[in-house]
């Protein structure tokens, strides 16, 4: 299984919503990102996760909240958002390491009315 | 500012031809260098990869060249097909020893293929 999967692959929330994005790959990779893509943009690092544990969060507001349950899952809780938080949230994992390919999901598709 | 991106947005070739897409980046310590595809409403698609300590490596119909002294990317793909087209990120990582390190992207070229 090569493959990371992303649910929902569309989300709709409002501003008052609390929802969760959920990730999930089964290739034993050890790292885990998120990263946040708005429209003709590239994907911007939002957090990394090592051996379960956060090891890079780039500043990213606390109205997004990652979690690593375990190995092979990633979520990104969402509480309080904004419309200008509205993208494509992409998720990938890899070995970890130099040289160590990143595999993406699809992504979901966020709107914040 | 971004540290990765020579940015020319759009590169419109004809079918067959061979198409070389390009890229600049900033931060001299960057260690590892990756050329992905985008497709309309999927993810990042791994195409080819290379280390700082090459200046060249082949894949099937993509080559890309990493020029160190000039900070410079390239990714030269032959003989383009329909299913190129897409956009195409360059990123890079600087490798802090041990963990895994995030991605930080160019803006992407918008390959189009004419019939």
């Known amino acids: 299984d090569t493959e990371v999967t992303q649910t929902p692959k569309h989300l709709v929330m409002g501003m008052t919503n609390k929802k969760s994005l959920k990730c999930e790959q089964h290739?034993?990779?050890?790292?885990m990102y998120w990263y946040k893509q708005k429209a003709k943009k590239p994907p911007e690092l939002m957090f990394v996760?090592?051996?379960?544990?956060?090891?890079i969060n780039e500043s990213v507001p606390s109205r997004f909240s990652p979690e690593c349950p375990n190995s092979s899952l990633l979520n990104l809780h969402l509480h309080a958002l904004q419309p200008e938080d509205s993208a494509l949230y992409l998720c990938?994992?890899?070995?970890?390491?130099?040289?160590?390919?990143?595999?993406f999901g699809p992504g979901t598709r966020l709107t914040v009315l | 500012g971004e540290s990765v991106g020579l940015h020319l947005p759009t590169l419109s070739v004809q079918e067959g031809d061979n198409s070389i897409i390009n890229c600049a980046y900033s931060n001299s310590a960057s260690d590892y260098f990756i050329w992905y595809k985008q497709e309309s409403g999927k993810g990042p698609q791994f195409i080819i990869d290379i280390r700082s300590n090459m200046d060249k490596r082949q894949g099937q119909r993509v080559t890309v060249l990493l020029n160190k002294t000039v900070k410079h990317l390239s990714l030269q793909i032959a003989a383009t097909q329909p299913g190129d087209s897409a956009v195409y990120f360059c990123a890079e990582t600087d490798y802090s020893g041990g963990g895994a390190d995030g991605l930080t992207f160019g803006k992407g070229t918008h390959l189009i293929i004419q019939p």
């Open positions: 996760y090592s051996y379960e544990k956060l090891s």
């Open positions: 990938a994992s890899s070995q970890g390491g130099l040289s160590s390919e990143q595999f």
């Open positions: 290739m034993g990779h050890r790292a």
